[in-house]
């Protein structure tokens, strides 16, 4: 089986064209970087310059793996829009991942984080088996027990861990990308964990700035 992936949710993007082997292993073919803020522009157009170029058909990918968040709005909702897009038009099954998965997953680890701004994080912690996916500022990493090992690809999340969990070493690795989302995903598709495209949304984790402003602006 063929899989697509599409990830547009951190600073820079990628697709990725896989083969799902027995038992639940992937085969990364190839991978095309996007750059940043150009997603809308480029995504579609690097989808089919990247199956074309393995003489792929759209219609014979069997999967599209989609990394749904937290990241980006934006690039969030772009990776979302043309993965729902290409799915229900070519009559594709669908997955969506947790970055924050992907990125523990590919550093081998249980915990995660990435730099949300505002002197946020983005969250992935296992506690007692319990996976947990949240945002957090200083004060509420603070309120948290004691971690350990959580892999980092940015700086930003890595200072802030050191000053609000000293205890705590970020394991820096490179950002993971939409191949690194095909294995992460494979045992969902084996077991048919699929998505329902009508259903699926962003995971943000955090609510907009229309969101957030809009309800002070009414407040006041």
């Known amino acids: 089986m063929f899989l697509l992936g599409i990830d547009t949710c951190g600073p820079s993007g990628s697709v990725a064209l896989g083969r799902l082997t027995d038992p639940s292993q992937v085969e990364v ?3 095309r970087t996007l750059e940043g803020r150009t997603y809308s522009a480029t995504l579609v157009f ?4 990247l199956l074309t170029g393995h003489g792929v058909p759209l219609t014979g990918i069997g999967c599209i793996v989609v990394v749904h968040g937290p990241g980006s709005f934006t690039g969030v909702r772009v990776g979302l829009s043309a993965a729902k897009g290409l799915a229900e038009g070519a009559g594709i099954a669908l997955i969506a991942v947790s970055r924050l998965e992907v990125l523990a997953h590919k550093a081998g680890l249980a915990s995660a984080a990435l730099d949300a701004h505002r002197h946020e994080i983005f969250l ?4 007692n088996g319990e996976v947990r996916e949240l945002l957090a500022g200083e004060s509420d990493l603070s309120q948290i027990r004691a971690l350990s090992r959580i892999a980092v690809c940015d700086e930003a999340a890595a200072v802030l861990l050191r000053r ?3 205890g705590t070493e970020p394991v820096h ?5 939409a191949a690194d989302a095909l294995s992460v995903a494979a045992p969902g598709i084996r077991a048919g964990n699929l998505a329902d495209p009508a259903l699926l949304d962003g995971h943000y984790l955090r609510r907009s700035d229309a969101e957030i402003f809009g309800n002070t ?3 006041s």
């Open 29 to 31: 073919l190839a991978q």
């Open 217 to 219: 602006v009414l407040k």
């Open 46 to 49: 690097a989808v089919e310059e």
């Open 173 to 177: 690795i490179d950002a993971p990308t």
């Open 124 to 127: 992935r912690v296992s506690d």
């Open 164 to 166: 609000a969990c000293p």
